[in-house]
């Protein structure tokens, strides 16, 4: 299957500060990328779409100047979460599909686990 | 809005027997279905991948069906092995979005 990357896999930091985390599909151009923020033994949350070249579409409740979604090309796309707390901490994992759109498969990246003190 | 369920949620069996993970959604208008597998503290790994037009896929051990009407969807494991010990995750892909379900926890016991 095609390849995500995320990097890094893993950041603390202290409170107030931002973290940037990037993903990139390595082997081909991902037209829609999605953010997903997973608490310990749940599910998957989604918190934002991004599709190249425009703005991002956040998930109701999740604050878009808290985190701050760049998707400037096809296979690079960048969560930044802004002013971090210790709430904030948490697994985060992108994913992105490729041209064929509506029915293309989803690939996820690895997660980044970020951890406020 | 879509909602997807996944019994049991947790599951143990000995190494060897063949075992049967159900998902469930309640809006059938979908594009496909995906099924997915993590391991603890990693990314998702996709498995299958369903087309709404098809009914079933297979991938060496697994086996996803897929009855669209009933809003359903199955992921046979044959021969269970100690490595398939992880936690399962379906996918219901409508358009742009997917839900996810809450994953069944699967523990193949040596």
């Known amino acids: 299957g095609a390849v995500v990357s995320q990097h890094p896999s893993w950041v603390i930091c202290k409170s107030g500060t931002s973290v940037k985390i990037e993903c990139r599909s390595l082997?081909?151009?991902?037209?829609?990328m999605f953010w997903y923020r997973q608490f310990p033994k749940q599910s998957l949350m989604l918190m934002a779409t991004?599709?190249?070249?425009?703005?991002?579409?956040?998930e109701q409740g999740v604050e878009k100047d808290k985190f701050l979604i760049n998707h400037a090309s096809l296979t690079l796309s960048t969560l930044t979460v802004t002013s971090a707390h210790p709430e904030d901490s948490s697994f985060y994992i992108c994913?992105?599909?490729?041209?064929?759109?509506?029915?293309?498969?989803?690939?996820f990246g690895e997660g980044s686990r970020l951890t406020v003190l | 809005k879509q909602e997807v369920t996944q019994i049991p949620a947790a599951l143990s069996v000995p190494e060897g027997e063949n075992l049967v993970l159900n998902c469930s959604f309640t809006?059938?208008?979908?594009?496909?279905l995906q099924w997915f597998r993590q391991d603890p503290g990693k990314g998702l790994t996709s498995l299958l991948l369903?087309?709404?037009?098809?009914r079933e896929q297979t991938s060496g051990r697994l086996n996803a069906s897929l009855d669209k009407s009933s809003g359903r969807s199955t992921l046979y494991i044959a021969a269970s092995q100690p490595g398939d010990s992880a936690t399962y995750l379906c996918?219901?892909?409508?358009?742009?979005?997917?839900?996810f379900g809450t994953g069944t926890s699967l523990t193949v016991i040596p």
């Open positions: 809006d059938s208008a979908i594009y496909n």
């Open positions: 994913s992105a599909r490729g041209e064929r759109a509506v029915t293309g498969e989803l690939f």
């Open positions: 082997d081909f151009q991902a037209t829609t």
């Open positions: 991004s599709n190249e070249g425009s703005k991002a579409t956040y």
């Open positions: 996918a219901v892909g409508t358009g742009n979005q997917f839900y």
């Open positions: 369903i087309q709404s037009s098809q």
